[in-house]
């Protein structure tokens, strides 16, 4: 048994370098993880659920812009707006999605809009823009993110 203990002692010796191997710096794998990460643009965008069935990232994109300009367009429809200025036939909303889902409406004017009233334009929107399908946030390396985008909204006014 001693010489059994004796002839394997030295390889176990010897063997711990293998053992041995240098765990690289937490800190430093976080760096290198950060840098590699693409930080202007989201793993997925934001989605409804007429678009999930969609699997290619660009064909997704459009399908919810495509359906959030028509889902906006249709609850403003032919509105006080079209009728108080008929002069706007475009109005550039922005839209917040946050991670828990929720939604935000801000018009965007242009800087000549002193000639119609921003703040009702603003109130008629909220007032209008309500009771959205659920919307599934952006996300960001599985974590879900808040997303802003600026969409088109053409004002119709109704034939009468």
Known sequence: M??????????LVVSCQYFDKQVPDENELLQQRLKEINWKEVSSYPSLPE???????????????????????EKLGADTIALLYPEIDTIQVMVTVYPDATLKFEPKFPKDSVSYDTVKIDSILKARLIDFPKIEPAQKEGVPVTSQFILPVILDVAPQ
């Open 51 to 73: 678009c999930d069935v969609i699997t290619d990232k660009n064909l997704k994109k459009e399908c919810f812009f495509s359906a959030m300009t028509r889902l906006v367009q």
């Open 2 to 11: 001693k010489k059994t203990f004796l002839l394997l002692f030295p390889l």
